[in-house]
C-alpha cells in the first residue's frame, strides 16, 4: 500500500460520504441535455480489464481536449452544478457540462443516455461525476464500448463500492464510516444525550451506509448518547420528496418534546437537510453534521440567507452561519466541514483529469501523489488552511481499494 502523503486532522478517524446521500432525491423534472455533443465516436475495442484500479493509458498530451463534468439539477444539486458552472467560468469551452434526471431510479436510460452523448463528442476525453448516482456504473459500460480510453472520476458514488470501484479509474467519497466514529464525540461535545437517525430502508441496504451507522451505534454508547433509529419516507417512494420533507418537519418537535432539546439530528438524505436543519434552529436542539458534509448544503434555504454573488464564498457563508447561530442562541451546538465535499470533488476532479491529460502522469491515470496533492490544494482553495485526510476504501476481506479514496476534514463549530 501506497504511503499516504496527507497530514492526518483527526487522529482518531479510521477512515467514509457520504455517498450518504446517494445521489440527489427524485423530483419531476427532465434532464438537460449534455452539452456540446455530437454524433457518435467511431467504434473502438471494448475495454476487457475489470481491475479494481482501472488504469486505462491517458490521452495524448494536448491542448485540444475537454472535460465534461455530470452533476444534478439545480432543484437537487445545486452546490454540484454551482461548481460545475464555475469551473466552465474558469476554462469555458474546454469544459462541457450535463445533467443527470432526478427521477434517476426510474430513468437509468437516460442517465446512460445523457453520458453516451457527452463522450460522443471525441474531443471530450475525461468526464467527472458528482454525485455519482445509480445507473453511473452501467453509463460508465456502455461508454466503454466505444470510449475504452475515457476517464472517469466519480464522487459521493450511490452505488456500492464493489460495483462502481471496478468502472471508475478513480472514486472520491466522504469517509462515511469514518463520520461515524467522529460524529459521537463532536455531539457530545455539543451536548447532545440522544440522536436521532433518520433513513430509509434502500439506504440501508448501502454498505458504507450501514458501516457508519454501525459506528454511529458503537460511539454513541461510548460517549453517553442514546442512538434512536427513525424510519422516514424514502423520497423516491409514492410521497416523494416532498413527503419526506413533510415528515421531517412534523416528526423533529416530536423528537424533542420526547427526548428534549439536547437532541442530535442526523440524516442519510440530502433532500431531507433543509426541514431539519430549519426545524433543529426553530426548537434549539443539535445538529453536528450533513450526509454531504459543507457549509453551504441546505444551510442557505434553511435559514433563509442570501447567496447572490457569493455562490461559492466559504468565508461569506460561514459568516452567515455564525451570526444565524447567534441570532438563534445557538452557540456551540452547530457545526459543520469548512470545506464543501461535493464542490471540491469536482474541482479536484477537473484539475486533476487536466494535468493527466496534459502528460503529468507518464501515461497512467491513476498517480496518487499527484491527485492527493491536487484535493489538498482544491480543499485550501475553498478554505485556506484546510488539512484534508485521504484513506484507501478497505473492503470487507480487508483489501485496500487503491483507486478509491475516502476523504475526512475536521469540524467547524459555531459559537
Not at 416528526?251 to 424533542?256: A, S
Request: glycine share 8%; net charge negative; proline share 6%.
Amino acid at each position: 500500500m501506497k504511503k499516504r502523503l496527507l497530514s492526518l486532522t483527526l487522529a482518531t478517524v479510521m477512515a467514509i460520504s457520504m455517498a450518504g446521500c446517494r445521489g440527489a432525491e427524485p423530483a419531476a423534472t427532465t434532464a438537460a441535455p449534455a452539452a456540446d455533443a455530437t454524433t457518435a465516436a467511431e467504434a473502438a475495442d471494448t475495454k476487457a480489464e475489470e481491475g479494481d484500479s482501472a488504469e486505462t493509458d491517458a490521452a495524448e498530451p494536448a491542448g485540444d481536449f475537454k472535460i465534461g463534468i455530470i452533476t444534478g439539477t439545480a432543484s437537487q444539486g445545486d452546490e454540484e452544478i454551482t461548481q460545475a458552472n464555475k469551473m466552465k467560468e474558469k476554462y469555458g469551452d474546454l469544459i462541457v457540462t450535463s445533467t443527470y434526471p432526478d427521477n434517476f431510479t426510474t430513468e437509468t436510460e437516460t442517465v446512460i443516455s445523457n453520458t453516451v452523448a457527452m463522450a460522443s463528442d471525441p474531443a471530450v476525453k475525461a468526464i467527472i461525476w458528482c454525485q455519482a448516482i445509480p445507473g453511473t456504473a452501467a453509463a460508465i459500460d456502455k461508454v466503454r464500448e466505444t470510449r475504452p480510453d475515457m476517464i472517469f472520476i466519480v464522487g459521493t458514488p450511490g452505488e456500492d463500492p464493489g460495483v462502481i470501484n471496478p468502472k471508475a479509474d478513480i472514486v472520491l467519497q466522504v469517509d462515511e464510516p469514518g463520520c461515524g466514529i467522529v460524529i459521537p464525540p463532536q455531539a457530545a461535545k455539543q451536548g447532545a444525550k440522544t440522536m436521532i437517525h433518520y433513513s430509509f430502508p434502500r439506504h440501508m441496504s448501502y454498505a458504507l451506509i450501514v458501516a457508519r451507522h454501525e459506528n454511529l451505534k458503537k460511539y454513541c454508547a461510548e460517549n453517553g448518547i442514546e442512538l434512536v433509529d427513525v424510519t422516514a419516507p424514502d423520497p423516491t417512494g409514492d410521497s416523494g420528496i416532498t413527503g419526506a420533507q413533510q415528515f421531517i418537519l412534523e416528526d423533529v418537535p416530536r423528537q424533542i418534546e420526547k427526548y428534549g432539546k439536547d437532541t442530535v439530528f442526523f440524516t442519510t438524505n440530502c433532500g431531507m437537510q433543509e426541514p431539519l436543519i430549519r426545524s433543529v434552529f426553530e426548537n434549539g436542539a443539535i445538529y453536528s453534521l450533513q450526509c454531504c458534509p459543507s457549509p453551504f448544503h441546505a444551510f442557505p434555504a434553511a435559514l433563509n440567507i442570501d447567496m447572490a454573488g457569493h455562490e461559492a464564498d466559504v468565508d461569506y457563508m460561514m459568516e452567515q452561519l455564525q451570526a444565524k447561530v447567534t441570532e438563534a442562541d445557538m452557540g456551540g451546538r452547530v457545526s459543520t466541514w469548512g470545506v464543501p465535499c461535493n464542490m471540491l470533488f469536482i474541482s479536484a476532479g477537473v484539475e486533476y483529469a487536466k494535468k493527466v491529460l496534459e502528460g503529468e502522469t507518464d501515461g497512467v491515470v491513476l498517480d496518487e501523489e499527484l491527485l492527493r496533492s491536487t484535493v489538498q490544494d482544491c480543499a485550501e482553495e475553498f478554505t485556506p488552511g484546510a488539512q484534508m485526510t485521504l484513506d484507501y476504501y478497505v473492503d470487507d476481506d480487508g483489501n485496500a481499494k487503491e483507486n478509491h479514496f475516502l476523504v475526512m476534514s475536521d469540524f467547524v463549530t459555531f459559537e
